[in-house]
């Protein structure tokens, strides 16, 4: 009876523990991308923490002024679409499927992107005039082949900062734009607008592009995350800076409204 009671250590410590490990884990290897992906994919346990946690550590120290432009002045908890879909949004480009209104020669498949520049600059070619005041994140477009005699076809994707509150989800909302039967947003599964079907396609986006005027489409899904694809115009000596734009200060990117994210290891 006089035994000494074992200390255990409590379930809320241990777990508590067991997560410092993990961050410390991944800090020590600079949070790689195909490293946590498979983690997460080992137990429903280390998923969970994947999701609450180590995603949102990783967008962190691979897009911090990204990040931090996305969460400033947001309400709540911050991202509330998560932060695994975010880390989707940084290193996978999802390809392109035909569509009613961009036809390619077939369908081309999604893949690990290495490095992508994102830049708020770049967004705000997709808004328009009424739409300004909402922050949009756009990469540049990733290029691919389609055939030897076809442009190319460069896929794209971003993401708004609390889209619920933005000026383009109250315009999609105002007009009764309805939400796509077939597409499903490739970074977190729900349903998705067609900004080309609700003629919110500012020409600016072609332009910042460098896609022909018109040969482009594009997806916001309730999250408000963003893809698309555009026929890449080839390069030519002329220019185009006699183009009429929306937008006044497109190309005045500078380096505070990019981020470049790097994805590290393999691409494959």
């Not at 039967?181 to 609700?198: L, N």
């Amino acid at each position: 009876m006089n035994q000494r009671q074992r200390s255990t250590p409590d379930a809320g410590e241990s777990g508590l523990l067991e997560e410092r490990v993990l961050l410390l884990v991944f800090a020590s290897i600079d949070w790689d991308p195909h490293v946590l992906g498979r983690a997460a994919c080992v137990s429903r346990k280390l998923r969970a923490v994947a999701k609450r946690i180590l995603w949102r550590e990783l967008c962190l120290f691979r897009a911090p002024r990204m990040v931090n432009a996305l969460i400033s002045g947001a309400s709540g908890r911050g991202l509330s679409n998560g932060w695994d879909a975010l880390a989707k949004i940084f290193f996978y480009c999802c390809g392109c499927v035909p569509s009613s209104h961009f036809a390619v020669g077939r369908t081309l498949p999604g893949h690990f992107v290495g490095a992508s520049r994102f830049s708020k600059t770049s967004g705000k070619s997709f808004l328009g005039r009424r739409c300004r005041e909402d922050l949009l994140y756009v990469s540049d477009p990733c290029e691919h082949n389609v055939g030897s005699n076809e442009d190319d076809v460069g896929v794209y994707r971003g993401v708004f900062r609390e889209f619920l509150r933005s000026r383009t989800r109250a315009s999609l909302i105002k007009r009764g734009v309805q939400l796509e039967a077939t597409v499903r947003c490739p970074y977190c599964g729900v349903r998705v607008w067609s900004m080309t079907e609700a003629r919110l396609v500012p020409r600016s986006a072609s332009r910042r592009l460098g896609s022909r005027d018109g040969k482009l489409d594009y997806f916001v899904c309730i999250n408000g995350h963003l893809h698309g694809a555009c026929l890449l115009a080839h390069l030519s000596s002329d220019g185009d800076s006699d183009d009429n734009d929306d937008n006044d200060n497109d190309d005045d990117d500078d380096d505070d409204d990019k981020d470049l994210v790097m994805g590290g290891g393999s691409d494959r």
